[in-house]
C-alpha cells in the first residue's frame, strides 16, 4: 500500500467535510456538527487560518485527514503542536495509515521546535488509547480539560 500525507488544500476542503462527519458519527456526537463547507474553506484555508490540515490518501484514495495548530508552553518557553482532529476511515484501519498520519505530525513538531504534540482522546475510545500507548503516548491524568461554548460562553463574555 503506498500511504501519502499532504499538507490539504482548498480543493480538500469537501473531503474534510465528509471525514468530519464520519468521525462525528464515529464518536457518537453527529448532533453536534455545525461546520459547513464555507466555514471548513474560512478556518482552514483563509487569510486568518490558525489551524493546518493534513490529508492521507492510500494508494491515491482519501483515508483519512487530520487537523492541528500550535499552542505555547510558557513552562518549556517552546510551541507546542496540537491535535485536534485526526480520522482514517473504517476501510483504511490496520494498513498503517494512522500511525504514518501521526508520524508526520510527530516530525512537524520535532522538526518545528516544538515541546510538546498533544490530543485529547474520548475516554471509552480504547482502540485508539491503545494505540496511542503502543508508541509511547501517555495520560495526562492530573488534567481535566474545561470547555466554555455556546451561550455560556455568550453570556460569561458578556458579564451577564
Avoid at 457518537?28 to 474560512?42: F, G, K, T, Y
Avoid at 490496520?94 to 508526520?104: I, Q
Avoid at 504534540?117 to 492530573?142: C, H, K, M, R, T
Amino acid at each position: 500500500m503506498d500511504i501519502q500525507i499532504q499538507p490539504a488544500r482548498l480543493a480538500d476542503a469537501p473531503q474534510i467535510l465528509a471525514f468530519i462527519a464520519e468521525l462525528a458519527r464515529y464518536e457518537r456526537a453527529e448532533h453536534e456538527v455545525s461546520a459547513s463547507l464555507a466555514d471548513i474553506e474560512r478556518t482552514l484555508f483563509g487569510p486568518e487560518a490558525v489551524a493546518k490540515a493534513l490529508v492521507c490518501r492510500v494508494d491515491d484514495q482519501p483515508a483519512g485527514f487530520a487537523v492541528y495548530f500550535m499552542t505555547y508552553s510558557t513552562w518549556l518557553g517552546k510551541n507546542g503542536l496540537y491535535l485536534e482532529d485526526l480520522y482514517i476511515s473504517p476501510a483504511f484501519r490496520g494498513c498503517g495509515a494512522g500511525k504514518a498520519l501521526l508520524r508526520h505530525l510527530a516530525r512537524l513538531a520535532h522538526d518545528g521546535g516544538c515541546g510538546r504534540f498533544e490530543w485529547s482522546v474520548l475516554d471509552w475510545n480504547q482502540p485508539a488509547i491503545d494505540f496511542y500507548q503502543s508508541f509511547g503516548a501517555a495520560p495526562q491524568a492530573e488534567w481535566v480539560r474545561y470547555r466554555l461554548a455556546g451561550e455560556d460562553l455568550r453570556r460569561f463574555a458578556r458579564d451577564e
